[in-house]
């Protein structure tokens, strides 16, 4: 892997820092981890107690960036209820608000004048839901799967709101309940640090091998990419912000995969390249970025997937851009080369049912998909080549224990597999 010199991004992104990766020393240690570690697809008992407790009660952080310091309020005539939350901080008008846990956006409502205003109400996986209001912008839409950490909107004064603040509320049915983060009450009036400081699952070719690499987005402070590296400590490149949503793609054609965010605000992409940092505008806020490299020419190029529509856009080298409607409104978008010719294909997962659905054009023939079940509902859906065969295999990570399933088999759609567990990231909860 080549990590650039310097870096153009804005601050406070940084430049990436060499920690001593080689191919010689990653891909037969990754590949012996994989061989000798084994894991059922279902999760083990304690995983599984722990996930029932989580779909009972939820499991939510505060509705900021990692490590931000606010301060929270109620009063006894506070509408809807006493257990709502104002929360407050210094020049807080515009600071960032994100998911406090993972869900499906139910209410995006970015032009509210009275009430809540501007808000976004999330749907989780337990039936209960947060919402957030008075927003001065928001950035998600309806029907769009969020994670926990993921950027919603801005704190503003919209609706009925004499100052700037973020209105927050843990709804279980039609009752506010009393707020819960880190699986602590929150005791009201009190200022606290947000633990909102989530990993984010990815995979590629890091070194340029023929083995995926193991990598995650850490939320942090001061957000990161670690790599992982079995046998020793991770390589952690840091780069973006903790708003951010990452991506990986060989922007140079060096073989290498390098770091990328897309800044939703600005729908910018920052593409990280040994030469420095590319900007390129693309897409709407509410778009979720995905890569690839769609005519098979070495170099990856940039895309997102829609939320709340079944549409991905892919933008190539030369600005033209491929609109491919494909999947439901909910799903999350992947991509992968499903059938080893090069090309990146496109795919989708339905986190509720835990089903991935791939599509792959040959030629000038019709495409054709296949419905691969693979993971629990709520696992995040994670592609790579684990077996270095030429045939991007299917994975997920599972959040509660911060452990990558991935599926090895010939290729994509095919039933015979072996599934394999590696423990990378930081468990949530």
């Not at 020049?91 to 846990?101: H, Y």
């Not at 880190?182 to 023929?210: L, W």
């Not at 995969?257 to 600005?266: K, L, S």
Request: charged share 20%; proline share 7%.
């Amino acid at each position: 892997m080549r990590f650039p010199r310097t870096t153009t991004c804005p601050q406070p992104c940084e430049s990436p820092r060499r920690r001593g990766l080689s191919r010689r020393m990653l891909a037969p240690a990754l590949v012996a981890v994989f061989v000798g570690a084994t894991a059922s697809l279902t999760a083990p008992a304690g995983a599984a107690t722990e996930e029932a407790a989580r779909k009972m009660h939820g499991y939510y952080e505060m509705p900021f960036p990692c490590g931000q310091q606010w301060t929270g309020k109620t009063w006894s005539s506070h509408s809807p209820s006493s257990n709502s939350v104002d929360w407050n901080r210094p020049d807080d008008e515009d600071d960032a608000v994100v998911a406090s846990g993972p869900g499906t956006v139910t209410v995006a409502n970015k032009t509210g004048q009275t009430g809540y205003g501007r808000y976004v109400q999330i749907t989780h996986a337990n039936r209960e839901a947060t919402l957030y209001a008075h927003l001065s912008t928001v950035s998600v839409a309806v029907g769009q799967v969020v994670d926990q950490g993921a950027l919603v909107g801005t704190v503003g004064s919209t609706g009925n709101s004499t100052g700037a603040h973020l209105h927050f509320e843990q709804r279980s049915g039609s009752k506010v309940r009393a707020a819960v983060f880190s699986g602590q009450k929150f005791v009201y009036g009190a200022t606290q640090g947000s633990r909102n400081c989530v990993d984010v699952p990815m995979a590629a070719n890091m070194i340029g091998g023929a083995v995926a690499e193991l990598v995650v987005f850490r939320r942090a402070k001061r957000a990161k990419f670690r790599v992982q590296q079995p046998g020793t400590a991770p390589v952690v490149i840091r780069f973006g912000l903790s708003t951010d949503e990452p991506l990986l793609g060989d922007w140079d054609g060096d073989g290498a995969a390098n770091v990328a965010v897309r800044r939703p605000a600005e729908s910018n992409f920052y593409l990280s390249t040994p030469a420095g940092t590319h900007v390129v505008n693309f897409g709407i806020p509410a778009d979720r970025p995905i890569a690839g490299d769609w005519n098979g020419d070495g170099l990856s190029e940039i895309g997102v997937r829609r939320p709340g529509t079944p549409d991905f856009y892919l933008r190539h080298s030369d600005g033209s851009v491929t609109h491919v409607p494909f999947g439901d409104a909910d799903d999350v978008g992947v991509t992968g080369d499903w059938n080893g010719d090069r090309v990146t294909d496109l795919g989708v997962y339905d986190v509720a049912t835990a089903t991935y659905t791939l599509r792959v054009v040959t030629g000038n023939s019709a495409p054709w998909t296949a419905v691969v079940p693979f993971g629990n509902p709520g696992d995040i859906p994670v592609t790579g080549d684990w077996d270095g065969n030429g045939f991007t295999d299917l994975g997920v990570w599972r959040p509660s224990t911060g452990t990558f399933m991935s599926r090895r088999a010939p290729n994509a759609q095919t039933t015979a597999r072996t599934v394999l567990g590696v423990q990378f990231g930081r468990p949530r909860g």
